[in-house]
């Protein structure tokens, strides 16, 4: 994968898989139209017992990679709604540490759903993570060897991406939630039917 010490990106946008036990992360440099990952890894959190050492973790190590890589952006996974209330409310709360430390240094977030994420970058929202990293092979032009043992950090770079994708749609398209709501909002764009 490149170093960003040596390529001058446009921008760098920063995937974040929240976890409690592992957190993905993914650095994504943009220039122009071309994509090139930077960095993509793991945070171990499993060797703390307690739920706020794991906290303070996460925030101390997603700042730290924020501080080297100085991405423009940061896209995390939405957390999904599980049957058990008390996970979903801690991987709420890992999601939230990371999004402050982003928050600190003044970075945009966009949140986005697992499904979303999967549908966008490999055209199907119930995907395995195995077939998101094999697709992101194919997209960023990554030798298979390349990807990390736990695809915590391929399911990062892919919020990344799918963040890239939706960033280069037009305002009026990616915000409009329905067919409806895109005439609504772009009547000027139809196209009449002449008589």
């Not at 010490?5 to 995937?15: A, F, N, V, W």
């Not at 924020?66 to 209330?85: R, W």
């Not at 395995?128 to 997209?139: D, F, G, H, P, T």
């Not at 280069?168 to 009449?192: D, G, R, Y």
């Amino acid at each position: 994968m490149a170093d960003n010490k040596d390529t001058d990106y446009e921008r760098i946008i920063m995937g974040v898989d929240p976890g409690t036990n592992v957190m993905g992360y993914g650095m994504l440099g943009v220039n122009g139209s071309k994509i090139t990952p930077i960095v993509m890894g793991v945070i171990k959190l499993d060797k703390f017992d307690s739920h706020y050492l794991r906290l303070a973790r996460i925030f101390t190590r997603i700042t730290a990679l924020i501080e080297q890589y100085l991405p423009d952006e940061m896209a995390i996974e939405a957390p999904f709604y599980g049957k058990n209330v008390q996970s979903m409310l801690k991987l709420g709360r890992a999601q939230g540490v990371a999004m402050a430390a982003a928050l600190a240094r003044d970075i945009p977030i966009a949140e986005y759903a697992p499904l979303k994420v999967k549908q966008i970058v490999t055209g199907n929202g119930g995907a395995s993570k195995e077939q998101v990293a094999n697709m992101l092979c194919y997209i960023l032009k990554m030798e298979k060897a390349e990807l990390p043992t736990l695809l915590d950090a391929t399911d990062a770079m892919a919020v990344a991406l799918a963040h890239y994708y939706e960033s280069k749609k037009p305002a009026s398209i990616s915000h409009a939630k329905s067919w409806e709501q895109f005439i609504k909002q772009n009547p000027e764009k139809l196209v009449k039917r002449k008589k």
